[in-house]
């Protein structure tokens, strides 16, 4: 733990010193200013491509994650969200301790490499075909996922880019399960406190039904592969070799 929080000061004070910065400043305001620049840079999406191949090795080629929850589907995600979450993660202001080493500066690079992968990222199609769960439950979802969440993810979950409100549409239900699971707990420190608000009362029932029920949510047809779609910038010989827990 206390290696991790030294990686945490250790970015924050790269991230800093970057910006010409000599306040102290909290991993939040650390994450907002390197999200500011990234949000700055104009995307270079050929860049983008090259830096991907690092995060092909979790989120794999097509960026389709893993139905078990392990690594979410983050092609067709949101460019904000993206930007936001790497922001967020490399100055420890989200706890993710899978993604952290692959976020810092000497492995993604600067805020223009974080505009850039997430432009690619953004713009791959999303898988038809993401985990879902039991479906024993999905009026009460839907019901839950009217009251709770079409406010703030629109009512088909495409999200909301201006306030980097993530699309939920597609996620792989196991995934939702466990990130809701954090956010409920308080354990996710980037987590909207409205969210946070809502859900802290849900029961098993209601949070398994809800996030059934958003994972069958279906994004807009141009933002789906077709069936059988392999990502044509990961040919057979440059595809990376996957992690036990994605296979």
């Given amino acids: 733990m206390f290696e991790k929080r030294l990686a945490w000061s250790a970015a924050a004070l790269y991230l800093a010193a970057a910006w010409g910065s000599s306040a102290a400043q909290t991993p939040?305001?650390?994450a907002h200013a390197e999200y500011e620049a990234a949000m700055a840079a104009t995307p270079n999406v050929e860049n983008g491509r090259k830096i991907y191949l690092i995060c092909s090795v979790c989120h794999h080629p097509e960026g389709w994650g893993t139905p078990d929850g392990v690594y979410p589907q983050i092609a067709g995600q949101l460019r904000t969200v993206i930007i936001k979450q790497l922001a967020d993660i490399r100055a420890g202001n989200r706890d993710n301790p899978m993604m952290y080493p692959?976020?810092?500066?000497r492995i993604l690079g600067s805020e223009q490499d974080i505009a850039d992968v997430a432009a690619y990222v953004a713009g791959l199609p999303m898988t038809p075909e993401n985990g879902i769960g039991p479906g024993q439950d999905l009026a009460h979802g839907e019901q839950l996922?009217?009251?709770y969440c079409a406010d703030c993810h629109g009512e088909r979950g495409d999200g909301d880019a201006e306030d980097h409100i993530p699309a939920i549409a597609g996620q792989h239900y196991a995934y939702l399960m466990r990130q809701f699971e954090l956010i409920r707990l308080g354990r996710r420190k980037n987590a909207d406190p409205k969210m946070v608000g809502q859900i802290k009362d849900f029961s098993?029932?209601?949070?398994?039904?809800v996030l059934d029920y958003t994972s069958r949510l279906r994004p807009p047809a141009n933002k789906l592969a077709p069936t059988g779609w392999t990502n044509p910038d990961f040919p057979d010989h440059v595809r990376p070799e996957m992690p036990p827990a994605a296979r």
């Fill in 28 to 30: 939040a305001e650390v």
């Fill in 102 to 105: 692959f976020a810092v500066p």
């Fill in 145 to 147: 996922f009217a009251t």
């Fill in 204 to 209: 098993a029932r209601d949070q398994s039904a």
